[in-house]
């Protein structure tokens, strides 16, 4: 129990009252651990941001212009791919919350290297935004 007087020093305690801490050892594994740890997690996620590209898929499609009606949206895209394999794209038309109201594929045959199409696609209500989803050789 403590019998102390409080005018006759800190109620806790000085710090000559405690032992001295403990040498701690192994800070070295541990760090060296945690940054394993975060390099293997940036690098998984630059692999899934590089694979998401579209630069891994040997097609690559860029958006020249698009144009919305209420009904229908018209959309200008070049596709670059090897000129002796065919590819598949996937047009994607959004409103304005980013919900989708319109897709359609489109077969781009073996033959040129690159090509600019202009496809149009039925929507269910007046689009914001056509873009090219994805262009995959086949």
């Known amino acids: 129990m403590a019998t102390r007087d409080v005018e006759n020093g ?3 305690g000085t710090p000559d009252d ?3 801490r403990p040498e701690r050892g192994g800070r070295l594994v ?3 651990v945690i940054g394993v740890l ?3 997690i940036a690098g ?3 692999y899934v941001m590089w694979s998401m590209t579209g630069s891994n898929t040997g097609a690559v ?3 020249v212009s698009f144009d919305v009606d209420p009904a229908q949206a018209e959309i200008t895209f070049t596709v670059s791919k090897p ?4 590819a598949v794209c996937r047009i994607r038309a959004t409103d304005v919350d980013h919900a989708e109201v319109g897709s359609k594929e489109v077969r781009i045959p073996a033959g040129e290297g690159s090509k600019q199409l202009k496809e149009r696609l ?3 209500v007046q689009a914001t935004s056509v873009h090219v989803q994805y262009c995959n050789l086949v």
């Open 10 to 12: 800190p109620v806790l």
């Open 44 to 46: 998984g996620w630059g």
């Open 38 to 40: 975060v390099a293997i």
């Open 122 to 124: 039925d929507t269910s």
């Open 61 to 63: 499609a860029q958006v």
């Open 83 to 86: 000129s002796d394999r065919a």
């Open 18 to 20: 405690f032992p001295d």
């Open 30 to 32: 541990v760090h060296v």
